[in-house]
Every structure is written in C-alpha cells, then in structure tokens.
C-alpha cells in the first residue's frame, strides 16, 4: 500500500520513553524525609504533596522546562513549611534536597512499550519522523543517545525549555512542513496537544494513567472535537496511515 507521506512530530517525555514515574520515585523518597522532618507537627504527605506540585506548576508556568526546577520545588516546599511551623531552615537538609531532585535525572532512560515498533513502521511506510522535546539539552540529548532515537529522527530533533505554541509554530514557520499532512504525538494536552491544534496540524493526544498536572488543561470543546485520543504508542501507524489513505484519495 502506498501512502501519501505524513511529517510526523512526537514528543519524547511519557510520550516514547519514561518520565513521569521516574519523578513519583524520588517524590516518594522526599515525602518520606518531610514526614520525618516535621512529623512532629502532624501535616499529612497529601498536604506535602499538594504544596510541592503549585509550586512546581507555578514555576515551569514562569521559567519553562528548566533541569532545576523540580528540586528547586523540593527545596520551597521545605522552606513553606519551615516558616509555617516556625522551624529554623538547615542548609544541609537544602542541600540534600537539591541533590535528591537532581538524582531523576540520572535514572536509566526506559522506552514504553511498541516505541521501536511504532517507529519502525512509520519509517517503513515512507512518513518523515520529527522529535520535538522540551527541557534541559544535555538531559535530552542523553536520553536520545541511549534510546538511539537519531535512527528514526536524525538532524530533526527540537529541544526548547519553553514548550509553548510560540515555540512550536516558530518550528512550523521555520521548516518544510505543509499543515495539512503534519502531526503532533505527545502526553500533554497544555504543551503537545493545544499548540498543534493552535497552529492548525493534526494532533493525537497519548492519554497517560499517571500524569503531572502541568500537562492537564480543559479544552474548548470544539478543540477537543479535533483530538484523537489513544491510550498507546502502538496506536499510532494506524490512525496515520488511515489519514495518508484518504489524502491520497481526496
């Protein structure tokens, strides 16, 4: 079967490989040393949790995808609850917090299951791969050496700290890619999903089970009528080869 060619734009993070979990782990570990930092004064790991992720939001809303973020987060919730109970701050447990939110990123990188498959079929039916990932370029430039994702997407690899529409319609306007045949494949609805439908490209919304609430925004319901929504990456080859059918028939 011949396709018309597609220009494919995934994300990287819980879209190919792991991420989200990896944050949940050491979040886990981070409770564990509040609990025994201010048990005394009763607060609960929902109360730790709730302040560590509007600070976290907060932050990436201002600053983007920077790598210091996340422990950065760690280390204001500690001083939030340091100054709600009159607590004196330890530049030790500081420190030590800054280093347990740097340790996500020494994770070993991990793909979800069918990524191989999914790509090699892409590539296979003749579409143009894209990868388009925000955050730190030396992180992301190690996770794509381990998965050897330059196979698939060779030089068209994106990394930006701000993952905004801004920044992807300046990826649109600043290559080859023709709208209407071009797709963007991530996990979050606020940076994948809302700016593809914002620049007018097809956009399929990799539903996650676990996701950070960064990611989650309300759409407007003409919006949400234009998403395609999966709950895997083997989903994908499909739904793309069913559109690349009907253009070359329309």
């Known amino acids: 079967m011949k396709y018309l060619p597609q220009q494919v734009i995934f994300d990287l993070d819980d879209t190919l490989v792991h991420c989200n979990k990896y944050f949940d782990l050491i979040l886990g570990q981070y409770f564990e040393l509040m609990s025994g930092w201010f048990g005394e004064y009763g607060p609960t790991t929902g109360e730790f949790r ?9 932050t990436v809303s201002t600053s983007g995808l920077a790598s210091d973020n996340f422990p950065k987060s760690l280390i204001a919730t500690y001083r939030f609850f340091c100054a709600k109970y009159n607590r004196p701050m330890d530049s030790y447990h500081e420190q030590q917090l800054m280093k347990l939110g740097l340790s ?56 930006r700290q701000h993952k905004n529409i801004e920044s992807l319609e300046n990826i649109l306007v600043a ?36 996701e950070w609430l960064y990611n989650l925004i309300e759409l407007q319901r003409e919006l949400q009528q234009s998403v395609m929504t999966i709950s895997s990456i083997s989903e994908v080859p499909p739904v793309i080869r069913t559109a690349s059918k009907l253009q070359s028939h329309g």
């Open 50 to 58: 709730t302040k560590q992720v509007e600070i976290d939001v907060e």
């Open 175 to 210: 290559h080859p890619f023709e709208r209407q045949r071009t797709w963007m494949i991530g996990n979050s609805l606020r940076t994948d999903v809302l700016p593809a439908l914002t620049a007018g490209i097809n956009s399929i919304y990799l539903k996650q089970q676990n």
């Open 104 to 159: 996500v990123y020494d994770q070993e990188v991990e793909a979800y299951p069918g990524m191989v498959e999914t790509l090699d079929a892409l590539k296979h039916d003749g579409h143009d791969l894209y990868l388009y990932t925000g955050g730190d370029d030396t992180i992301q430039q190690r996770k794509i050496e381990q998965m050897k994702l330059d196979v698939y997407f060779d030089d068209r690899i994106f990394i």
